[in-house]
């Protein structure tokens, strides 16, 4: 690949989160029995004629506005097309030159990469540019069974924006970290579930390679109907390998359509890739030209923290770090639970810290969702102010949490019922110093004579007579300012 450049846009599909579908008043309800949710228009019966969802305009703007769109004076709408079992109307309704989104950016960040490439990032802080954001119509749902293939015309109709990236993307990694903020910022909005398990966030990738030094873009071949972003990366990384090996084999390449097989690891030819000319784009004569304005003041009023503004916040007014910050902002029910617990806490830091490190594991132990942890958020709160205090030390903090996780009892009942609480008497401790120092005048020599680590030695000693519940680091003043 050294030989080459690759370039790779995405055009990734979103199914809305409406109630009912584009153009019509079925129900959007996943899981329903096939072709119940239908009228005469999602099964393309003559006469009928599409009504434009309000509330797919609202939200379509609304990812305009969170990913920095412009939106043009008068939108439109076109007829797309084909001829496929899976659209009986034989054409999609979409948008091509004036849709409701132009423009924007989707900003990757370190975290939004695999975690074995976040070391190895070639651009750091990169923008993807954004060509367009669409509204438009799905189609129906192909079945194919041993003796034929059935349709399900409850997702024919459905609302779905086309978000379409620049080919500013470079990379398999790129690709990887380019999804994962787009599902964050579309989630975040309510602007869809973007649940790639049930069809609602689908991706095609196109990448072509030009030799380097090249300015002319070599043959644009697309992948199909992506939806893992995992597998997104696997198939960008065989496909560029494959194009570089077609290449230098002196094969030239055509415009091809092909699909990922992830159990093979590979991409496959499904056809040769129509030219927009094959799709016989003309305007929609059943629905009028459209002014966004009017829709603008509603998708603002709905406009959300944004998550990179999310984790700026947290790292600025909680005092934790960019690792935390991408963490705990990562879910949005995390993120609630997280400002729950770190609302008037001593130190926010010591909450992210036991969320991340140790609510999270037992949650998914015991496979349980943020929503319904064991734990609220003020009893942890609680916790992480007793550890502060030094009434109890981290690792009885951890045996304390255990406990909590289990019972729900509060870290304070906890601490008195096993009798963890530390020795904070100077008095006590100054007692048990002296029979250390008394005890161990080697380590006391060693370090009045420059060696500091005899002090760690001699505060163990401490613990040890006051049976892990002095506290350390008073015992370790107290044996300083002893020796000195």
């Known amino acids: 690949m050294e030989k080459y450049i690759a370039t790779i846009g995405l055009e990734v599909h979103v199914q809305l989160k409406t109630r009912t579908k584009t153009f019509c008043s079925c129900s959007t309800e996943f899981g329903a029995p096939p072709n119940t949710n239908v009228c005469p228009g999602c099964l393309a019966l003559p006469g009928t004629l599409p009504v434009l969802n ?102 024919s109709g459905m609302t779905l924006v086309e978000v379409v990236s620049e080919p500013d993307i470079a990379n398999a990694d790129e690709a990887f970290a380019y999804l994962t903020v787009l599902q964050q910022v579309l989630v975040y909005g309510g602007i869809s579930d973007a649940d790639m398990e049930k069809g609602q966030l689908r991706c095609d990738v196109n990448i072509s390679l030009r030799p380097v030094g090249s300015d002319k873009h070599g043959t644009r071949i697309e992948i199909k109907n992506m939806n893992t972003i995992s597998g997104v990366r696997r198939a960008i990384a065989f496909e560029t390998q494959r194009q570089a090996t077609a290449l230098d084999a002196g094969e030239t390449l055509r ?108 949650l998914s132990a015991a496979k349980v969702a943020i929503a319904e942890s064991p734990l609220r958020p003020d009893t942890l709160r609680s916790l992480a102010d007793i550890v502060e205090s030094g009434k109890i030390n981290s690792k009885q903090g951890k045996e304390v949490f255990a406990e909590m996780f289990t019972t729900g009892k509060d870290a304070t009942v906890i601490v008195k019922e096993k009798g963890l609480e530390q020795v904070s008497d100077t008095g006590a401790i100054e007692a048990l110093a002296d029979e250390v120092i008394a005890a161990n005048p080697g380590p006391v020599a060693d370090y009045r004579a420059g060696k500091p680590a005899a002090l760690n030695f001699l505060k163990g000693q401490v613990m040890k007579l006051s049976k892990g519940k002095a506290n350390p680091q008073l015992a370790g003043d107290i044996l300083a300012k002893k020796l000195s």
């Open 54 to 155: 309000r509330e797919a305009i609202e939200l379509t703007l609304l990812a305009g506005l969170m990913l920095g769109c412009e939106t043009p004076e008068i939108s439109t709408f076109y007829r797309k097309n084909y001829f496929y079992p899976d659209i009986g109307k034989g054409y999609q309704d979409t948008q091509l030159d004036l849709p409701l989104c132009l423009g924007g950016a989707v900003p990757l960040h370190t975290f939004a990469y695999p975690k074995d490439a976040q070391k190895t990032i070639a651009t750091p802080d990169k923008k993807i540019r954004l060509s367009r954001i669409q509204l438009e119509e799905d189609v129906a749902k192909f079945f194919h069974m041993e003796n034929g293939s059935g349709l399900d015309f409850n997702r």
């Open 255 to 362: 415009q091809e359509t092909r699909r990922w097989d992830d159990t093979r690891g590979e991409t496959i030819l499904m056809r040769v890739k129509e030219s927009a000319a094959d799709y016989r784009y003309f305007p929609e004569p059943d629905l009028p030209l459209l002014r966004p304005e009017p829709f603008l003041a509603a998708a603002r009023a709905r406009m959300p923290e944004l998550p990179w503004e999310k984790r700026d916040r947290y790292v600025r007014d909680f005092g934790v770090t960019e690792y935390d910050a991408f963490v705990l902002a990562d879910d949005l029910a995390l993120a609630a639970y997280f400002e729950a617990a770190a609302q008037g806490a001593a130190k926010p830091k010591t909450v992210a810290n036991y969320i991340i490190n140790d609510l999270l594991s037992a």
